[in-house]
């Protein structure tokens, strides 16, 4: 069973992503989504999940948001129990801050929006099989000094750290958003389009084909076959 935690604010695009974008991604597999904006306290009993997988969120992990000390527990426990772990843009950023302890996301000094390639940094299982990655972006906060128990994975123009890895655990963060595939992926973007003012300026057109937008969706695939290992305290 994989755990997921829905942290989309926005009632309509959350339900899209439990009803739509989530069963299209891990089926046949079983998963539970917990939204992050609905009452009760977030799951607690890991033994029951495999892996855990956390979304972007319209919220800033730049600032203290009323959740943040609850989800950060999760991140802490479940890394610690050597499961996979995926945390996508605001996943990314509030899985740096639990695993780290210190203030590691800020405001970008230039948001990204749109079809970027990744500069890939350092090999990993997560872009097995990839030669140019060309992710949906969608963030106005970034990750930054999150020292030597991370390795950064991948890089843009404008932001260094796309993705990472902790320590040598099966335990993943990454900006961009692997999850939508070319169909999935251009809506956001029309979205972003019509609802923030830099997007227009900003936003990138590396994408040269839907197939190339759609094999991103690999990504979430190599963390679903991910083994979990032993973790190191």
């Given amino acids: 069973m994989i755990l997921v935690i829905n942290a989309i604010r926005d009632l309509r695009e959350s339900r899209r992503f439990d009803e739509v974008v989530l069963p299209g991604l891990l089926a046949p597999r079983d998963f539970v989504a917990h939204r992050l904006s609905s009452p009760g306290p977030l799951p607690r ?31 802490r426990a479940f890394a610690g129990t050597g499961k996979p772990v995926l945390g996508i843009c605001y996943g990314f950023q509030m899985l740096a801050r639990a695993l780290t302890s210190r203030p590691v996301c800020r405001r970008a000094a230039v948001p990204e929006f749109g079809w970027k390639e990744l500069r890939i940094r350092a090999r990993s299982p997560l872009f097995a099989g990839l030669d140019h990655i060309v992710p949906l972006h969608s963030h106005y906060d970034e990750v930054f000094d999150l020292g030597p128990d991370f390795t950064v994975l991948a890089s843009t123009a404008e932001c260094e750290i796309q993705a ?33 003012p830099l997007a227009r300026e900003l936003a990138g057109r590396d994408l040269e084909s839907a197939e190339q937008a759609d094999a991103n969706l690999s990504i979430v695939n190599h963390f679903l076959c991910a083994r979990a290992i032993e973790a190191v305290a």
């Fill in 164 to 196: 990472a890895q902790y320590r040598d655990l099966p335990v993943w963060g990454v900006q961009f958003h692997p999850e939508l595939g070319y169909r999935e992926g251009e809506r956001m973007l029309e979205r972003n389009l019509e609802s923030e």
């Fill in 45 to 75: 009993r890991l033994a029951s999940y495999s892996r855990l997988l956390i979304s972007g969120s319209e919220l800033s992990a730049a600032e203290r948001n009323p959740r943040d000390e609850e989800l950060e527990e999760l991140i």
